[in-house]
């Protein structure tokens, strides 16, 4: 089975400050991880996603990610904050592609002016 | 090019109450999940339709049932409401190819159910 642990309900960051937002998972076979966005009243959005290959990924609005194996660890990362960054962000994983996706409990990201 | 929608946008219910959800997918897929997000919560998997069967299900008791109709949309039934069940649900759609092909799963904006 798989499982996903964010670690920060809520983190704070100022505007043009370094994000970084946890996240390990767990899988009994090398995993299809990915990072979602959500805003108020809204589905969710694809940020980024690591299926094999390269470990650092490159994802929209500046955010990237870099899976680490030996830390079982995709952690999300932006250089600096915007104030329209401010959301719920998922971290996610799947055994392929395709399949059910498994969901950590999310993180709110609040941008301080 | 519409991409998941789904109705209706709210809905409030009374507990014992019947409910169903409607998806339509992204136009060229043909695989519809279904997620259940609690307030404050990561969405829950509850299951998933391919060529018109259950393809894969989450830990729902069986008040949680589905269909998909040849046109690859997909309706939510949910019987004998409790409080419990009120929650965002997520549609998601995607192409599902063979061979190891990964293709992005799109979600639509939910459906917001209250069951008082």
């Known amino acids: 089975a798989q499982s996903v642990t964010q670690l920060g309900s809520h983190v704070s960051v100022s505007e043009g400050a370094l994000v970084l937002l946890r996240c390990n998972y767990s899988?009994?076979?090398?995993?299809?991880l990915f990072w979602y966005v959500q805003y108020p009243n809204q589905g969710l959005q694809l940020l980024l996603k690591?299926?094999?290959?390269?470990?650092l990924v490159k994802g929209i609005n500046g955010f990237e990610a870099e899976f680490k194996k030996s830390e079982t660890s995709f952690h999300l990362t932006k250089p600096s904050a915007h104030m329209s960054d401010a959301a719920e962000y998922f971290c996610?994983?799947?055994?392929?592609?395709?399949?059910?996706?498994?969901f950590g409990t999310g993180t709110r990201l609040t941008i301080i002016p | 090019d519409a991409g998941v929608t789904q109705s209706p946008t709210h809905l409030i219910k009374t507990r014992g109450q019947q409910v169903t959800l409607r998806c339509s997918p992204k136009?060229?897929?043909?695989?519809v999940s279904w997620y259940q997000q609690a307030l404050g919560q990561g969405p829950q998997f509850i299951f998933q339709?391919?060529?018109?069967?259950?393809?894969q299900r989450g830990n729902f008791p069986d008040r949680f049932s589905g269909h998909q109709f040849p046109n690859y949309s997909s309706e939510l039934n949910v019987n004998a409401l409790l409080l419990g069940d009120s929650a965002l649900y997520l549609c998601a759609s995607i192409l599902v190819q063979g061979g190891g092909v990964y293709n992005e799963q799109f979600f639509g904006p939910g459906t917001r159910l209250t069951v008082l």
């Open positions: 996610a994983v799947s055994l392929f592609g395709n399949e059910k996706l498994t």
């Open positions: 899988s009994s076979v090398p995993p299809y």
């Open positions: 339709y391919y060529e018109e069967e259950e393809r």
């Open positions: 690591y299926t094999t290959g390269a470990t």
């Open positions: 136009s060229g897929h043909d695989t």
